[in-house]
């Protein structure tokens, strides 16, 4: 059953400063196939598919479409050629309406007919069981409905080849499926999908064939069904996969005879959370876990301050304390990895040296900076210690792949020694080896006795880190799992049923 | 090698820009360099363009910080330098007698009053999130007025043996003394810079309030201190014009040197919409700004038609500096590297 070549890219080679990208890639997609292309973090994925979509000019190589030699110098010429795409982080105008967002750049006209436009965006939201309304502002959807809308503005757009870069990162369950639906759909019109995921079971649900790429290089292309995950995530990671299970989960910590390192009590933000307790022990690992939109990460805002605290009586080490800024927390010994780490994390502009030293330099004081030795050996040690890959400390940090910025600032906290870190997914967006590392870390800082807030939209990797969960719903906390062995159904029966 | 290459590489333009420059001005005539000592002070074309462009150094290094903080630029830069300056001759001229103890209270009353103008911009866009420009604006248009009121009468004369060598000469120093405060004043920059985390907590709070919030910084006493600091710089500015002219003249003083500083910023390699910056960038983009001024007043264009020649000049400048054509040179450059890696990697094969 050879089918029908829609895509060939032959020999592509990119480079940007001081690291290479992609090198002597190939990459086949054939019609009505779902083809996954696999590999870690930097492994050149999003390269490959911004060099598909004319984000990015490729150095060498050719690609051709339906036998037809291609060189596309933008976006818009690639849309113009069938290829439709929804990146990993989205790109569409939060300050514009749904309408705007699904036909914005594609009218004919020189005037838009704004009630026709509705009409059709109410149509095309209506056929693909979108929650929204036409005339909505997008800024006021949440992240997964504004992906839904990324597709299909994607969709829509008569496409023959559509570029999924990791479209499921921030939809819950349900919402995938809905996805997979369309997207076996589209499937079945002969449309050739490309789909990149650090979710395996969802590559192996629905792909048909599997691209594996390693450090920009091609190491294969292999079909679904012959394919073990075994080997899969061997080759992606170039050694056999560390065995995740061995790693100890800290013991139950919930000490009532002892202080807590943090406590909050009645504690709500302007994010608009209903006030809750909480309490963290030395060396325990606790994590909020819940569904997309249940106040997961609003929480650990309102712990750390990131939203303006509304109410709440806060106490570490037994002593009361105001946290009225995130500097206050910080002066504490808390640390905050945001969720949202291009929007809160990354200082993209500035090397990676400077986003390491930031927060301790600013503990430091003003007056006080660090000298460019002092700078250069923090940033070498922590490099070194979670194998940043980087070409130099001075790279701008816009430069490295999703998984090395988020060990950078990882490093920035690690550095200031806190006694109590908040992660807020962590793993997201970057991949499996990676993803094993950090778990890795939180395991380890756990033992030497910082306290971790771990926040994952993967419930397995909570399960395996996390020994005291906070059961979320609607904006509060419905109930508390603790032990060794959290199965997940545990989890799902206290979402479902509200109680413990 | 690299390392000198990324650091530099935001300086090529503005000083290939002033390599041409100077080799039309060479061209043009041979003694272009020559220096001549005139009662017992250097004069010479070199000298000269280091002296006018004093003003519009000292500005620039204050249009840069505030563009780096707030993503904005203040054009009240020059009206905020006439304010100044307008204080420092009334502090002066109500003080009796001109004395250096005078001269230097006034001096530090003036870098008071642009501190404080600094501060109402800087609260206006730091806590009421107005846009830097329509902020300024609003000095801009009513900042000359306030200076002539402060004057009391057209042009206050200030005719002094110590202002005028301020402005010009001290007997027994070879350099003309605005060169030298500009030096000195370049100087205190880099201290500061080196002392403490401006550049830091500014770039950071220019590429990202709410990463710079997160991380302790408060974006809002950063960019009120940028402020303050780019009115210092416009009160130095005033207090030099004021010593070059001798009089002070609130309609004519520091007049366009806004768009002179925005100009220089743009020149230096700075984006204006704020983020990493290179002050280094900003002075060269200044002197060559003054540089321009002087070769087409050399080149003989009338000064009617100077200011279309220079737009001109601007023009290619601007689009030479454009992202779109830095990324055609890079790629270029790029691709010829990349042969070579290439070439060298199958020499060595595998």
């Known amino acids: 059953?050879?089918?029908?070549?829609?895509?060939?890219?032959?020999?592509?080679?990119?480079?940007?400063?001081?690291?290479?990208?992609?090198?002597?890639?190939?990459?086949?997609?054939?019609?009505?196939?779902?083809?996954?292309?696999?590999?870690?973090?930097?492994?050149?994925?999003?390269?490959?598919?911004?060099?598909?979509?004319?984000v990015y000019e490729k150095d060498a190589g050719s690609i051709t479409i339906e036998g037809k030699p291609v060189h596309f110098r933008s976006p818009q010429e690639a849309q113009e050629n069938g290829i439709g795409t929804v990146y990993q982080e989205i790109t569409l105008c939060p300050n514009l309406t749904v309408a705007e967002?699904?036909?914005?750049?594609?009218?004919?006209?020189?005037?838009?007919?704004?009630?026709?436009?509705?009409?059709?965006?109410?149509?095309?939201?209506?056929?693909?069981?979108?929650p929204a309304r036409p005339t909505q502002e997008l800024?006021?959807?949440?992240?997964?409905?504004?992906?839904?809308?990324?597709?299909?503005?994607?969709?829509?757009?008569?496409?023959?080849?559509?570029?999924?870069?990791?479209?499921?990162?921030?939809?819950?369950?349900?919402?995938?499926?809905?996805?997979?639906?369309?997207?076996?759909?589209?499937?079945?019109?002969?449309?050739?999908?490309?789909?990149?995921?650090?979710?395996?079971?969802?590559?192996?649900?629905?792909?048909?064939r599997i691209t594996v790429l390693r450090n920009g290089i091609l190491i294969g292309e292999y079909e679904a069904?012959?394919?073990?995950?075994?080997?899969?995530?061997?080759?992606?990671?170039?050694?056999?996969?560390?065995?995740?299970?061995?790693?100890?989960?800290?013991?139950?910590?919930?000490r009532e005879d002892e202080v807590p390192v943090f406590e909050a009590t009645g504690l709500t933000s302007v994010a608009g959370i209903?006030?809750?307790?909480?309490?963290?022990?030395?060396?325990?690992?606790?994590?909020?876990?819940?569904?997309?939109?249940?106040?997961?990460?609003?929480?650990?805002?309102?712990?750390?301050?990131?939203?303006?605290?509304?109410?709440?009586?806060?106490?570490?080490?037994?002593?009361?304390?105001?946290?009225?800024?995130?500097?206050?927390?910080?002066?504490?010994?808390?640390?905050?990895?945001?969720?949202?780490?291009?929007?809160?994390?990354?200082?993209?502009?500035?090397?990676?040296?400077?986003?390491i030293i930031l927060s301790l330099q600013v503990l430091k004081g003003f007056f006080k900076p660090f000298s460019r030795k002092e700078a250069e050996s923090y940033a070498n040690e922590f490099i070194k210690k979670l194998s940043i890959k980087t070409p130099s400390t001075n790279t701008a940090i816009k430069f490295l792949s999703g998984g090395n910025q988020q060990k950078v600032i990882l490093a920035r906290w690690l550095l200031t020694h806190p006694q109590y870190l908040i992660l807020d997914e962590p793993t997201r967006g970057i991949d499996v080896g990676t993803k094993v590392e950090i778990q890795k870390l939180v395991l380890k800082l756990a033992e030497e006795g910082v306290s971790v807030t771990f926040i994952s939209s993967e419930i397995e990797e909570m399960l395996r880190t996390c020994s005291r969960l906070l059961v979320m719903k609607d904006r509060q906390i419905v109930g508390e799992l603790s032990g060794r062995n959290i199965r997940q159904t545990d989890v799902m029966h206290v979402i479902a049923g509200g109680k413990t | 090698m690299v390392k000198i290459k990324t650091q530099m590489s935001h300086l090529i333009l503005p000083l290939s820009v002033l390599l041409i420059l100077i080799v039309i001005n060479l061209i043009k005539g041979a003694d272009y360099f020559s220096i001549k000592i005139i009662n017992g002070a250097l004069y010479g074309n070199i000298p000269?363009?280091?002296?006018?462009?004093?003003?519009?150094?000292?500005?620039?290094?204050?249009?840069?910080?505030?563009?780096?903080?707030?993503?904005?630029?203040?054009?009240?830069?020059?009206?905020?330098?006439?304010?100044?300056?307008?204080?420092?001759v009334q502090v002066v001229l109500n003080a009796g007698q001109i004395t250096w103890f005078t001269i230097l209270g006034g001096f530090i009353i003036s870098c008071v009053v642009g501190i404080a103008i600094g501060a109402f911009n800087?609260?206006?866009?730091?806590?009421?999130?107005?846009?830097?420009?329509?902020?300024?604006?609003?000095?801009?248009?009513?900042?000359?007025?306030?200076?002539?009121?402060?004057?009391?009468?057209?042009?206050?004369?200030?005719?002094?043996?110590?202002?005028?060598?301020?402005?010009?000469?001290?007997?027994?120093?070879?350099?003309?003394?605005?060169?030298?405060?500009?030096?000195?004043?370049?100087?205190?920059?880099?201290?500061?810079?080196?002392?403490?985390?401006?550049?830091?907590?500014t770039e950071a709070v220019g590429i990202n309030e709410q990463t710079a919030r997160l991380n302790g910084i408060n974006p809002r006493k950063i960019k009120f201190l940028n402020y303050m600091i780019c009115g210092i710089c416009t009160a130095v500015a005033g207090f030099i014009a004021v010593s070059k002219a001798g009089r002070h003249d609130s309609v004519n003083i520091l007049k366009f040197i806004e768009m002179d500083a925005i100009l220089a910023v743009a020149i230096g390699g700075n984006a204006l919409s704020g983020?990493?910056?290179?002050?280094?960038?900003?002075?060269?983009?200044?002197?060559?700004?003054?540089?321009?001024?002087?070769?087409?007043?050399?080149?003989?264009?009338?000064?009617?038609?100077?200011?279309?020649?220079?737009?001109?000049?601007?023009?290619?400048?601007?689009?030479?500096?454009?992202?779109?054509?830095?990324?055609?040179?890079?790629?270029?450059?790029?691709?010829?590297?990349?042969?070579?890696?290439?070439?060298?990697?199958?020499?060595?094969g595998a």
């Open chain 2, 122 to 201: 800087g609260s206006l866009v730091a806590i009421f999130k107005v846009q830097p420009m329509v902020a300024t604006l609003i000095l801009f248009t009513a900042g000359r007025s306030i200076a002539f009121i402060i004057d009391g009468k057209l042009s206050p004369v200030l005719a002094n043996d110590l202002v005028s060598q301020i402005g010009g000469v001290i007997p027994g120093v070879p350099i003309q003394t605005p060169i030298i405060l500009t030096a000195i004043f370049i100087a205190c920059v880099a201290v500061g810079l080196k002392v403490t985390n401006l550049r830091l907590y």
């Open chain 1, 1 to 54: 059953m050879q089918s029908e070549i829609i895509l060939e890219m032959r020999g592509i080679c990119k480079s940007f400063p001081g690291v290479r990208a992609l090198h002597n890639v190939d990459f086949i997609l054939r019609k009505g196939e779902i083809h996954a292309l696999m590999g870690e973090n930097g492994a050149g994925k999003s390269t490959l598919v911004k060099i598909m979509t004319g």
């Open chain 2, 275 to 348: 983020g990493t910056f290179s002050i280094t960038g900003s002075i060269i983009g200044a002197y060559t700004i003054e540089v321009l001024n002087r070769t087409l007043l050399r080149l003989e264009f009338g000064t009617e038609t100077l200011k279309a020649f220079k737009a001109i000049f601007i023009i290619i400048l601007m689009v030479m500096a454009s992202p779109v054509v830095r990324e055609y040179i890079s790629k270029n450059l790029k691709r010829k590297r990349l042969d070579v890696e290439n070439n060298f990697m199958e020499k060595n």
């Open chain 1, 274 to 355: 209903k006030p809750f307790d909480f309490k963290i022990w030395k060396g325990e690992v606790n994590g909020f876990i819940g569904l997309l939109g249940s106040g997961r990460s609003e929480s650990v805002r309102a712990i750390y301050a990131a939203d303006t605290v509304v109410s709440g009586e806060i106490k570490v080490n037994g002593k009361k304390v105001k946290i009225k800024e995130p500097i206050h927390a910080m002066k504490l010994g808390i640390g905050y990895l945001p969720e949202d780490r291009k929007g809160e994390g990354i200082l993209a502009d500035i090397s990676v040296r400077d986003n």
């Open chain 2, 48 to 88: 000269n363009i280091l002296f006018g462009a004093t003003e519009l150094v000292i500005i620039s290094i204050g249009m840069t910080l505030v563009t780096a903080a707030s993503r904005g630029q203040d054009i009240s830069v020059g009206v905020s330098g006439a304010i100044t300056s307008a204080i420092f």
């Open chain 1, 225 to 254: 069904s012959s394919l073990s995950r075994f080997e899969l995530v061997s080759k992606m990671m170039g050694k056999a996969l560390d065995d995740v299970e061995k790693m100890e989960k800290p013991p139950v910590t919930i």
């Open chain 1, 101 to 130: 967002n699904l036909f914005i750049g594609r009218g004919r006209y020189t005037f838009v007919r704004w009630k026709e436009m509705n009409k059709k965006a109410e149509e095309i939201l209506k056929s693909l069981g979108i």
């Open chain 1, 139 to 208: 800024s006021n959807c949440s992240l997964a409905i504004q992906q839904m809308i990324a597709i299909a503005r994607a969709i829509d757009m008569e496409c023959k080849i559509l570029i999924l870069d990791e479209p499921t990162s921030s939809l819950d369950e349900e919402e995938v499926l809905k996805l997979f639906k369309l997207m076996r759909e589209l499937k079945s019109r002969g449309v050739g999908i490309v789909f990149i995921t650090h979710f395996l079971d969802q590559v192996y649900e629905i792909s048909d």
